[in-house]
């Protein structure tokens, strides 16, 4: 429950949420993001780049005894990099789900003044507000992030819009640092 207290809102006393986080909360190529959007674009140019460059090349590599080999070598390159650019870091997001046990079972998260306590079934944790330097909301996820690489994903599929509503709330009174919240 949200409080108004003045021209102000006060943040709530807690927010508890229960999820079992999912590889496509964390990262999927086809969600409408920053990084996603330069990664469909370096796709796009590189395979403008190749086929720009290579189109009228084609003939005079054919011309080579092994220029259909030049050229299946040119094709596989180029999948390759369409691959590393979208592919890959989904995989990488799967990967890491398969040999991280935490993030596959069931989470119960408590978002309080004093921090947050956090529990599945291999840990039990508190954890205050000063260890996030940054807070990120997207669409589907909240993402508070410690360091690079490390960070506590909670989605928003698990919460109510009164629930959001509070945690936004918290985050902008607790962490200290770069917070990107949704005003919606």
């Known amino acids: 429950m949200i409080r108004l207290a003045g021209d102000f809102m006060e943040p709530p006393e807690s927010v508890t949420v229960e999820y079992q986080l999912k590889p496509n909360d964390v990262y ?67 990967a890491h789900f398969k040999k991280s046990a935490e993030m596959r079972g069931p989470a119960r998260v408590e ?29 589907s996820l909240f993402c508070l992030a410690s360091a690079s690489y490390v960070a506590t994903y909670v989605p928003k599929r698990c919460m109510s819009k009164s629930d ?4 936004r709330q918290l985050i902008r009174a607790s962490v200290r640092g770069k917070v990107q919240l949704r005003m919606d």
């Open 111 to 139: 978002f309080r003044d004093e921090g947050i306590h956090f529990e599945n079934r291999h840990v039990v944790s508190d954890v205050k507000w000063s260890l996030y330097n940054q807070a990120v909301e997207t669409r």
């Open 28 to 94: 999927t190529p086809f969600q409408w993001r920053r990084e996603n959007l330069w990664r469909w674009i370096a796709a796009i140019v590189l395979s403008y780049i190749f086929y720009d460059r290579y189109k009228d090349s084609a003939e005079t590599i054919r011309a080579f005894d092994s220029g259909g080999s030049i050229l299946a070598i040119i094709a596989v390159l180029w999948i390759f990099i369409l691959l590393a650019l979208l592919l890959f870091p989904y995989l990488r997001t799967l």
């Open 164 to 167: 959001i509503a509070a945690l």
